[in-house]
């Protein structure tokens, strides 16, 4: 088995339950195969980004795994899990009951149809670096750079911790 890995899940929600999907989530995770929770961030409460104004506001957390699977996997893993949280993809952007996005696997950079990692607009997003910094205050981003350096430029976007 390959060494363990440290990757972290974006989880979204504006649907249902947010709180309950979050908690349903985190134990998923930490049940896969060769994979274990290593923290949780707090749980923020955001506006919806790009999507217009006729969204419910989002509960948003990154969750720190570490993992040996191999990142296609782990990938599949979160669809799968959004899937039983009962996500559908009626069209782009669309409210969800769950949303994980894999966010980092280690340092790796990885640009293959389906899977993008870093993830392309995690460096944009408050409602991501916000709680990954909760985690990780020292993280640097491959290939982007230090992840505090980056909200300054993401006062316009509202977020509060829960």
């Known amino acids: 088995m390959s060494a363990a890995v440290r990757a972290y899940v974006a989880f979204g929600a504006n649907l249902g339950e947010p709180l309950t999907a979050f908690a349903q989530a985190r134990a998923a995770?930490?049940?896969?195969?060769a994979t274990q929770v290593a923290g949780c961030s707090s749980c923020y409460r955001?506006?919806?980004?790009?999507?217009?104004d006729d969204q419910p506001d989002y509960i948003n957390a990154v969750i720190a795994i570490d993992t040996a699977l191999p990142p296609q996997d782990l990938l599949a893993a979160l669809l799968a899990i959004e899937h039983a949280g009962g996500r559908t993809r009626d069209y782009h952007q669309a409210p969800r009951t769950m949303d994980l996005d894999l966010l980092l696997y280690g340092d790796a950079c990885i640009d293959t149809p389906g899977l993008i990692v870093p993830h392309p607009r995690m460096h944009l997003r408050a409602f991501v670096l916000h709680p990954l910094l909760e985690l990780a205050p020292e993280l640097t981003i491959p290939g982007i750079g230090p992840a505090?350096?980056?909200?300054?430029?993401?006062?316009?976007?509202?977020i509060a911790r829960l």
Do not use: I
């Not at 995770?29 to 195969?33: G, I, K, M, T």
């Open 29 to 33: 995770l930490d049940a896969l195969p």
């Open 148 to 158: 505090h350096a980056l909200l300054p430029a993401m006062t316009d976007q509202a």
């Open 46 to 52: 955001t506006a919806p980004v790009g999507v217009g």
